[in-house]
């Protein structure tokens, strides 16, 4: 590749300064900026884009999965904050069954109720949030963050703050502090990403059930009409009857981390997308009249960098139901890994009502010291980050990073010199389940 050199030499103006500043605002990013700001530090929350939830709006995932022991739900408290914000605008006659979540099972995704929700709840915690800025790089100083860089339309910027958290979901800021990060699984790819979308219009009176679709969409496969590596079709209800979530497309052995890989694999995405809205109207009833209700507007990133920290889970610690006495989340998803080079997706469960618990060195990066990491991208394997990766447990990995993050700016201590067991009972404290 050819290069050139590029040295802005100009100073930037310091936009931003506080105790702790978050990087990313979906779920990770949600649960630190809040538990942070709780537990008394100035936050700022700085988010590429003009509105919060990550995967959750921008990436138009949908249900939250279910992450419970038994009737317990593992994720408190923010998670149910979270919901019972979105519930609160839902039509009044559907808000208690939401919020109660029909026995603790997945809930539905609104992205609009999901990011509006989000902001009501950095909004009353006391979040300064900062749209619409995109983290570039770090300045450093004895193993520090002594600024993050940021382009903004005001073009460069800088912003200061004693504790950074990186809720990227891609490690971003830990990469560019120089903390060591893995990707991908054995075959060295990381688990497809995938183009979500909503088709309303759909006569579910008439859809055939889901044995006879799969074999519509084999007998598609197999005459050259979509082309697509998933083996079957994921499809989920939303609030409206007449509307289907896909979560199908499958775009494999791409890098997220990787701009030109990323913009190639919007158009892979939205290329199976149209095969697949055509396949649907021409043969599978009740699709006849289908209509595009919407996409994400960034294909869904299951996995990218893994950064490494203090201490690291793998498929061992899963099978066997790991706890810690610093444990900082707790996880019963199971093992969920779309085979990265194409069809396939291996679940493995827990036994029903156990758990594995993250413990807090997986949140405490390598190489940097004064930053955390929130939501999925913390120092786990391949198989366990297909676990704890989804929207419940990233919040709760959040929280402890915000938690951890107050604490350490306060105490002027660095991330890896807390002890876990203190930001475990600090977490409990303010309404956590462990
Ligand atoms: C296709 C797909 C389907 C899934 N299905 C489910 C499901 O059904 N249920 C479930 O619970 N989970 C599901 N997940 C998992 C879940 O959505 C994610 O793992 C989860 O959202 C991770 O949270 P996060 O906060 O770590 O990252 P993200 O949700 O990715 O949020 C990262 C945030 O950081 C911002 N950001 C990124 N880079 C920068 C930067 N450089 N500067 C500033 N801001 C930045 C982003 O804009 C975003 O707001 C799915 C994921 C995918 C991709």
Redesign the pocket.
């Given at each position: 590749m050819t290069t050139v050199t590029y040295r802005p030499s100009t100073p930037l103006p310091v936009i931003a300064e506080s105790d702790v500043i978050v990087?990313?605002?979906?779920?990770?990013?949600?649960g630190a900026a809040v538990m942070a700001a709780r537990a008394g530090a100035r936050v700022t929350l700085?988010?590429?884009?003009g509105l919060?939830?990550?995967?959750?709006s921008?990436?138009e995932?949908?249900?939250?999965?279910r992450n419970h022991a038994g009737a317990e739900c593992l994720d408190r408290p923010v998670y149910l904050e979270w919901i019972r914000a979105m519930g609160r605008y839902l039509p009044p006659a559907e808000q208690d069954a939401y919020i109660a979540g029909a026995g603790g099972s997945?809930r539905m995704i609104s992205k609009e109720l999901a990011a509006l929700a989000a902001e009501d709840l950095c909004l009353e915690a006391g979040v300064r949030l900062l749209y619409h800025?995109?983290?570039?790089d770090v300045l450093q100083s004895n193993g520090r963050i002594a600024a993050g860089i940021?382009l903004s339309k005001s073009g460069l910027v800088a912003a200061r703050a004693t504790l950074w958290v990186d809720?990227?979901?891609?490690g971003?800021v830990a990469a560019r502090a120089g903390s060591p990060f893995e990707k991908g699984g054995p075959s060295g790819y990381c688990q497809p990403?995938?183009l979500?979308f909503k088709l309303s219009g759909v006569d579910k009176n008439r859809t055939p059930p889901p044995a006879e679709r799969h074999q519509l969409f084999l007998a598609a496969k197999a005459e050259g009409r979509i082309h697509c590596p998933r083996e079957n079709v994921l499809q989920f209800e939303w609030f409206e009857p007449d509307i289907v979530h896909f979560?199908t497309t499958r775009v494999v052995q791409k890098d997220a981390t990787n701009g030109v890989e990323l913009s190639d694999a919007e158009i892979e995405g939205r290329r199976q997308l149209r095969e697949i809205l055509a396949w649907l109207r021409r043969d599978v009833p009740g699709y006849e009249q289908a209509r595009l209700h919407s996409m994400a507007h960034?294909i869904?990133?299951?996995e990218s960098r893994r950064i490494l920290g203090q201490a690291y889970l793998t498929r061992d610690d899963f099978l066997r139901c790991a706890k810690f006495p610093d444990g900082i989340a707790r996880v019963s998803y199971p093992i969920d890994i779309h085979n990265p080079l194409g069809g396939g997706t291996e679940i493995l469960h827990v036994p029903e009502g156990d758990f594995y618990e993250i413990p807090y060195g997986c949140i405490v990066p390598q190489g940097c010291n004064n930053l955390l990491i929130?939501?999925?991208?913390i120092s786990v394997d391949h198989a366990v980050h297909s676990s704890m990766?989804?929207?419940?447990p990233?919040i709760s990995v959040?929280q402890a990073a915000g938690v951890a993050a107050a604490l350490a700016a306060q105490t002027g201590r660095k991330p890896a010199e807390l002890e876990g067991t203190v930001i475990r009972s600090r977490l409990k404290a303010m309404g956590a389940w462990l």
């Open positions: 990087v990313g605002g979906g779920p990770g990013g949600l700085m988010e590429r884009y919060l939830g990550g995967m959750a921008i990436g995932v949908h249900p939250f999965m997945s800025h995109a983290f570039a940021f809720a990227t979901g891609d971003d990403m995938t979500c979560n960034h869904g990133v299951r929130a939501g999925r991208p990766r989804v929207m419940p990233a959040g």
